[in-house]
């Protein structure tokens, strides 16, 4: 018999992890095809033709390929509780906080780690990016203060794509003075689902 599942293209720790995540919150079966990027398997020929940039992640259905980890995060969470229903105003800050995540938060981030994992950081650079990333994350931490989740009552695709944010940020030390950033990080990263997605 053939079989349905989709199939997950992956890289561990990459982005990827957000799709395996979701995959994993949802309890879908999934396939995972993992790529070696060191040995630029995500540049052969046959990935280009699933990504043109040769990136992970790329979701497999029987519909064909979809990139970008949060459209597939969102095309997932489709009629399941993780995604309030289209219109309404949950709905609209769950794609606040999203766009808000992957704007203002992501590549900071990927800059500040960057430097951070550099075998001589520029310190003054470093301090110039943790600068910057003082008003986005204090703004999260603000509106988690008091609340368990970003919007409404239970978890949804905002959490996991910003908690995902949050963790790194925990990694790289920048929640040592916003609490309720903190508290959340913690919340995401004890949650079942994430720790069979990052498992590896
Ligand atoms: N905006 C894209 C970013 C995709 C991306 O940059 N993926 C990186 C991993 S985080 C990748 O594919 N790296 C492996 C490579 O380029 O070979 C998304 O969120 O899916």
Avoid at 30 to 52: F, G, I, Q, S
Avoid at 107 to 119: A, D, M, N, V
């Amino acid at each position: 018999m053939t079989s349905t599942a989709p199939t997950l293209y992956y890289v561990p720790r990459s982005r990827a992890t957000r799709a395996r995540w979701m995959l994993e919150e949802l309890g879908l079966p999934y396939r995972l095809a993992r790529l070696d990027a060191a040995a630029k398997e995500t540049r052969r020929p046959e990935h280009l033709a699933r990504h043109p940039l040769g990136h992970v992640p790329v979701l497999e259905t029987a519909d064909g390929f979809l990139f970008e980890s949060v459209a597939i995060c969102l095309h997932l969470a489709a009629n399941t509780a993780l995604l309030p229903p289209d219109g309404t105003r949950a709905r609209a800050l769950v794609h606040q906080w999203l766009f808000f995540g992957v704007t203002e938060l992501e590549g900071l981030l990927g800059r500040y780690s960057g430097e951070r994992h550099k075998p001589s950081p520029d310190e003054g650079r470093a301090a110039h990016l943790r600068e910057k990333l003082a008003a986005p994350l204090a703004a999260l931490d603000a509106a988690l203060t008091g609340r368990e989740w970003l919007v409404g009552a239970s978890f949804t695709v905002a959490d996991l794509i910003v908690g995902a944010l949050l963790v790194w940020a925990q990694r790289l030390e920048l929640l040592s003075t916003l609490p309720a950033a903190r508290a959340f990080a913690e919340r995401i990263a004890a949650r079942p689902a994430y720790q069979r997605a990052t498992a590896d």
